[in-house]
């Protein structure tokens, strides 16, 4: 899917983003967790950890928005529903911030792309946009940069994918829809 915000008006005061996602399941969410509330003390980082209910990958970023275009809702979920995949596991073992402005530096939980992962990803439209993508979870925002670390991985079959809005400013997400990855 293109990225759909680019040729929109920026004037409108933007509210709302958009994006796929896969969410952890609740064993490998409770790891992730357990490890940002560690790495907080162990590098004694000041910003507290995102709750396990916010942790995912994103597959796709589709834009910013003043509301919730009904256009690119459909677009989306037209894209979203033709997705015919198997489950994808996602393993993630490393961890690393990102960067970011000072105070906003994401610590995430990476891993390396796989080739289910990356197909996903591509059918999504991700692939036009960006010539990387790494798998990751973000676990916090600080102003200290932690370098990169191997750590024991984490891994869970993500056996669906979710729309997901954003509300801007909130750290507040809605789950819109979610499509199956079946055999």
Same mark, same amino acid.
């Given at each position: 899917? &293109? #990225?759909?915000?680019?040729?929109?008006?920026?004037?409108?005061?933007?509210? $709302?983003?958009?994006?796929?996602?896969?969410?952890?399941?609740?064993?490998?969410?409770?790891?992730?967790?357990?490890?940002?509330?560690?790495?907080?003390?162990?590098?004694?980082?000041?910003?507290?950890?995102?709750?396990? $209910?916010?942790?995912?990958?994103?597959?796709?970023?589709?834009?910013?928005? &003043?509301?919730?275009?009904? $256009?690119?809702?459909?677009?989306?979920?037209?894209?979203?529903?033709?997705? &015919?995949?198997?489950?994808?596991?996602?393993?993630? #073992?490393?961890?690393?911030?990102?960067?970011?402005?000072?105070?906003?530096?994401?610590?995430?939980?990476?891993?390396?792309?796989?080739?289910?992962?990356?197909?996903?990803? *591509?059918?999504?439209?991700?692939?036009?946009?960006?010539?990387?993508?790494?798998?990751?979870?973000?676990?916090?925002? #600080?102003? *200290?940069?932690?370098?990169?670390?191997?750590?024991?991985?984490?891994?869970?079959? &993500?056996?669906?994918?979710?729309?997901?809005?954003?509300?801007?400013?909130?750290?507040?997400? $809605?789950?819109?829809?979610?499509?199956?990855?079946?055999?």
């Amino acid at each position: 899917m &293109a #990225d759909v915000a680019s040729g929109r008006e920026r004037s409108e005061r933007l509210t $709302d983003s958009l994006f796929f996602a896969l969410y952890p399941d609740e064993p490998a969410a409770a790891r992730i967790a357990e490890l940002a509330a560690w790495l907080r003390i162990e590098h004694k980082l000041k910003a507290r950890p995102i709750p396990a $209910d916010r942790l995912h990958v994103t597959l796709h970023y589709l834009g910013a928005f &003043a509301g919730l275009p009904a $256009d690119v809702l459909t677009q989306a979920r037209a894209t979203a529903s033709r997705i &015919a995949l198997p489950p994808v596991e996602v393993t993630l #073992d490393r961890i690393e911030s990102f960067s970011g402005r000072r105070a906003k530096r994401p610590l995430v939980l990476s891993g390396d792309v796989t080739e289910p992962l990356a197909t996903l990803q *591509q059918i999504l439209g991700a692939a036009q946009r960006h010539s990387r993508f790494t798998p990751h979870v973000t676990m916090l925002y #600080d102003e *200290q940069r932690v370098a990169r670390e191997a750590v024991a991985p984490i891994t869970w079959t &993500a056996r669906e994918f979710a729309l997901v809005r954003s509300v801007l400013g909130k750290s507040h997400y $809605d789950v819109l829809a979610r499509w199956p990855l079946a055999t």
